[in-house]
């Protein structure tokens, strides 16, 4: 029973030995905790684990103690081999020796070749043959936690100069400034309103300026922003830095092509808008244009026959009075009379002599 409580313990160290190197590799808040204290806060969230969670946690851990143990059996069983050996080993794929069918000939052949060979070269052979034998001796240890470094908050930045400056014009304030109070005040009036007046007016460049597409590196900080409000502003973008920066090529190639998405897929819309509201805008300008003009806006003109009658009016000598026009009405008979006629025709008419 008692064996049996130290295999489980044993196993469970282990797993959570797995825990704490892949938690000090990702969860960069932890960095800023001493060792103890770090390691306090992966118990308790090692505890607070779902069951999937530390199922998954273990098979990886006994998949991880099989191979050493795989590791270590070869490591056992592990015979050096010599300089000449190791020049077999490195000839095996050598297309020069592909003529000799025969491994006997074979053999002689390899053996010739390494007698001839220069001191110089037996000495690397040598040397490449005891590093071979090292590394394949040695006995495989499970890798230990990653030592982080503790990264301590900075403090709050000192006020300004400007602020300092203001204090120190304030303790040296003469005894007569109350004199130049309402001067001061009205200048300080002025002056706020010309700083409202240009701050409007930068607002409102700022509104009119169109926002250019996000770039990739911004969709990354908005997607890491909501697991790191616990920090503080400064050390939020640091960490985000470190991130983007501890990002391989794929993945970064991978955020950058859903960058390329969300961009297009963005300004397209923004296109759509565009074009919807050019659309409304055009149809109003047709309506207006297509409308029929209010009956105050008519203005009277003159026809061509009243203008002739009216410049022969003007050229006609004192004596004889203007034609009529040709828009007057002509006369009618109405129960066989005839209708009297105009004074102007009358006064044109020539006059008869009496008979």
Sequence with gaps: MFCLTLLRSAAKKKVFELFCREQLLVNYSLRELSPASRRVVMAEMFKELPAETVLDLKQRAAIEESRIEALKRAAASFKPVTPYEFFVKEQRTNPALGGASNPRDREVKLLQIYETLPEKAKEAL??????????????????PLPVVAVVKKKLAPAQSKKKKATKKKKKKRPAGAGARKSKKATTET???????????DETAKAVAKPRGPPSPYSIFVKDQMASLHHLAPKERMRVIGERWRSLTSEER????????????????????????????????????????????????????????????????????????????PAEKAVDGAALPTSPAASSMAPSTPPV
């Design 253 to 328: 190639e991978r955020r950058l092509e859903a960058a390329r998405v969300q961009i297009a897929s963005e300004a397209a819309a923004a296109a759509a808008s565009r074009a919807a509201t050019d659309g409304e805008v055009s149809a109003t300008e047709v309506s207006t244009a297509t409308a029929p003009p209010s009956m105050s806006a008519c203005v009277p003109v003159a026809t061509a026959d009243e203008t002739s009658t009216t410049a022969f009016a003007a050229l006609a000598p004192p004596g004889m009075s203007a034609l009529p026009s040709a828009a007057a």
């Design 190 to 200: 002025a002056a706020g309103r010309a700083t409202e007046e240009q701050g409007d």
């Design 126 to 143: 040598a040397a490449r043959a005891e590093r071979y034998n090292a590394e394949h001796s040695k006995l495989p240890v499970a890798p």
